[in-house]
């Protein structure tokens, strides 16, 4: 279709991610925002509402001016999108560490017929081509209230269990436990998806699942209370916590990080 050429060129430049989501969906993500989501027909190709590049490019620089103006989690999301240029899978030659997928979805988690856990999303999943291994990862700015508590003498391990982000990595790993198998099933379907969309071959070796979830830290830590959570984090998580107090635009050594521990 006329319009798919858009979409391709900027993936395959970096700009733009594209996910596969549950139920026969694509979706694809620029500047941290979901700018098309498509739904697969019967026949095997995808539905589009109309658009012609001046449509495109309005859709991009909407995108653009949401990033430059968002807080919070959306301010995360459109910060992790500087991930997309530097290790996606799609501009040739890709590195030996690529980034898989974004915002990746996990439905509710039962257990014996008992929930544990909500719906949850974790941001990143990297694969090491060299390994096969796929490595889950969270993206929190130092900033995030989430990894960090106000420190009144507490122990490291009072205040690590104090912090949101405790309860959250609980229950990616909980999640990671018990759906390795679906998990792996799913992403060797994803390589022969995306090859037949975009001629682009990913991988074709044998997957395996690091079973923990990673922690990425950007930003400066500019309170007491920050550092002291990051301290504690670090002698819960050891080499899982990932550090990048300069930014995200000094992410060359992610493979190294990544593969440690």
């Known amino acids: 279709m006329p319009w798919f050429r858009l979409l391709k060129e900027d993936v395959e430049r970096g700009e733009v991610f594209p996910a596969l989501r549950y139920g026969g969906e694509i979706h694809f993500y620029y500047q941290g925002s979901r700018i098309y989501a498509f739904q697969g027909n019967t026949s095997g190709e995808l539905l589009l509402d109309s658009m012609d590049q001046n449509a495109y490019r309005k859709r991009k620089e909407e995108s653009d001016s949401w990033a430059k103006k968002t807080s919070g989690d959306s301010r995360e999301r459109a910060e992790l999108s500087t991930l997309y240029r530097k290790f996606t899978p799609y501009v040739q030659p890709a590195p030996s560490m690529?980034?898989?997928?974004?915002?990746?979805?996990?439905?509710?988690?039962?257990i014996e017929n008992k929930k544990i856990y909500n719906n949850t999303q974790v941001d990143l999943l990297f694969l090491d081509k060299d390994t096969g291994m796929l490595y889950f990862i969270e993206a929190k700015d130092a900033g995030n209230p989430e990894i960090k508590r106000r420190f009144t003498g507490q122990s490291e391990p009072e205040l690590y269990n104090s912090l949101k982000i405790a309860k959250q990595l609980e229950k990616y790993d909980a999640n990671l436990a018990a759906r390795e198998d679906q998990i792996l099933t799913a992403y060797q379907d994803y390589f022969d998806i995306m090859r037949e969309i975009f001629g682009c071959e990913i991988?074709?070796?044998?997957?395996?699942?690091?079973?923990?979830?990673k922690l990425l830290v950007y930003g400066k830590c500019n309170s007491t209370n920050s550092r002291k959570s990051l301290e504690a984090i670090h002698t819960k998580l050891g080499d899982d916590l990932i550090v990048y107090e300069n930014g995200l635009d000094a992410v060359d050594d992610l493979p190294e990080k990544i593969t440690a521990g």
Do not use: A, H, I, Q
């Open 98 to 110: 690529v980034l898989l997928d974004v915002e990746v979805g996990f439905p509710c988690l039962y």
């Open 203 to 213: 991988y074709s070796g044998k997957l395996s699942l690091y079973k923990r979830t």
